[in-house]
């Protein structure tokens, strides 16, 4: 009983020591992009836990962000008492996202994948900003889980024909499941469809981002969407079969609706909402690459979703900035920032320039990926593809030249420009993804 009283005094003084947890993951982030080589090779951490260069690339990417997170939550630290409880937050989802990335049994994937939403809820309910964040979390929490639901459904049905979960085995072929069932393959590809989001399921994406607070938006667009695209990677070799007759499905329902939710985007006034709602575009794209199974495809997914993390996670923090400075969102009413804050002009160029997929982004590397990929497996898809690519270059300078230039509010004129912190939180986004192209090897490699 002593043992356990003075563990929880050491961890709560570690916790509310908001310093020593901003130098602790800075520390894990760099040793993290030390490690990251040619000659990187799996390593098993227990029974039920091992680390590929994938799930590596994703664990680095979660302590990026969540650092990120906190560096960037200036207001939450103002909050005195409140700080404690928001840093044990974000080292639980930290914890439970580097278990999720580490899982090799789906039923512990599964297991880590849904814990991943309590954190992700106490956020919003806790620091979010207006009172529909009630609706926005029950959103959020009612469509991923009825669609992980049948999920666990068809782990348990594939665990009892074949006696067990294991990831390597399944994949590897070696247990001899060929994956023929239909009703158990959209069971299982469903719950990572609404993580990701596929349009038509994407409802519950753009109101948790409004409603959350700056940390919950970075790791909701940084890691978290992440989640569906790592799912659907180990899911659809084990249903290769299947996948082979209905990716014209996802490929559709990825490009079509990037399409159409790129439109809708050129119609939003929210900051917060419009990039909400290009990661809807972004995702779309990813899952054509994936569904279609080609070394191309993988790659550019891989390539897509860490670009994207650093991106939307960027973009999020300058619309928190603009927040905190105006008081509000709206394109509308933050008009000509160049005038306000002139040096956060060159951030919002970099980070836009990403979005958009422009070089020398990370996105453009792995968007040239997908293209080939999807563009290869079927000829049809060109053109739509190309809509996709220009209407995501059209809502992105919409919402830079109306931001950025336009007249301003004579009483907006003594916002001051940024702090330090500001610049430190910008720079580490903006340099991985402005800069990992050089090394582009680390990333693109044979999965």
């Not at 940084?222 to 180990?234: E, N, S």
């Not at 994936?290 to 650093?310: D, T």
Request: charged fraction near 5%; aromatic fraction near 12%.
């Amino acid at each position: 009983m002593l043992k356990f009283l003075v563990f929880n005094l050491v961890l709560m003084g570690f916790v509310s020591n908001w310093s020593l947890i901003q130098v602790g993951l800075s520390m894990m982030c760099f040793m993290g992009l030390l490690m990251m080589n040619h000659d990187f090779c799996s390593f098993c951490l227990g029974y039920m836990m091992s680390v590929d260069y994938l799930s590596y690339i994703l664990i680095v990417l979660s302590v990026w962000i969540v650092m990120l997170m906190v560096f960037s939550s200036t207001v939450v630290k103002k909050m005195g008492n409140f700080c404690v409880g928001f840093l044990s937050v974000n080292l639980i989802l930290l914890m439970v996202l580097v278990l999720t990335f580490s899982s090799v049994n789906y039923l512990m994937f599964y297991i880590s994948f849904e814990s991943s939403l309590v954190p992700m809820l106490v956020l919003i309910l806790g620091w979010g900003y207006q009172p529909e964040r009630i609706q926005a979390g029950i959103y959020m929490l009612f469509y991923t889980l009825f669609a992980s639901l049948p999920l666990l459904v068809s782990l348990l049905s594939l665990y009892k024909s074949e006696g067990s979960l294991n990831m390597g085995l399944l994949l590897s072929g070696v247990i001899g499941y060929q994956g023929t069932s239909l009703l158990w393959y959209f069971c299982s590809v469903l719950a990572f469809m609404v993580k990701l989001p596929l349009f038509m399921f994407h409802l519950w994406l753009p109101k948790a981002h409004v409603e959350a607070p700056v940390a919950g938006s970075m790791v909701l667009a940084g890691v978290l969407l992440k989640l569906g695209g790592y799912g659907l990677i180990r899911i659809l070799g084990v249903f290769s079969e299947v996948n082979k007759m209905f990716c014209w499905v996802w490929v559709s329902l990825g490009i079509l609706g990037g399409v159409i939710v790129s439109l809708m985007c050129l119609r939003q006034v929210d900051m917060k909402s419009l990039i909400a709602y290009s990661s809807v575009a972004h995702m779309g794209l990813v899952l054509s690459g994936l569904v279609v199974m080609g070394g191309w495809g993988l790659n550019g997914a891989v390539v897509v979703m860490v670009g994207h993390g650093l991106c939307s996670s960027g973009l999020f923090c300058l619309a928190n900035m603009v927040y905190e400075r105006l008081g509000s969102r709206s394109l509308m009413i933050s008009k000509g920032l160049l005038n306000v804050m002139p040096n956060m002009g060159l951030w919002w160029f970099l980070l836009v320039a990403g979005n958009m997929a422009a070089p020398p982004t990370l996105n453009l590397m792995g968007e040239i990926s997908l293209i080939i990929s999807v563009v290869s497996w079927s000829k049809l898809i060109m053109f739509s593809v190309g809509m996709l690519s220009f209407f995501s270059a059209c809502y992105t300078l919409y919402m830079y030249s109306l931001s950025q230039h336009g007249l301003f509010l004579n009483a907006l004129f003594s916002c001051c420009s940024g702090k330090v912190v500001e610049y430190f939180v910008l720079l580490m986004h903006s340099v991985p993804l402005n800069i990992m192209i050089v090394k582009g090897s680390l990333i693109l490699c044979d999965l």
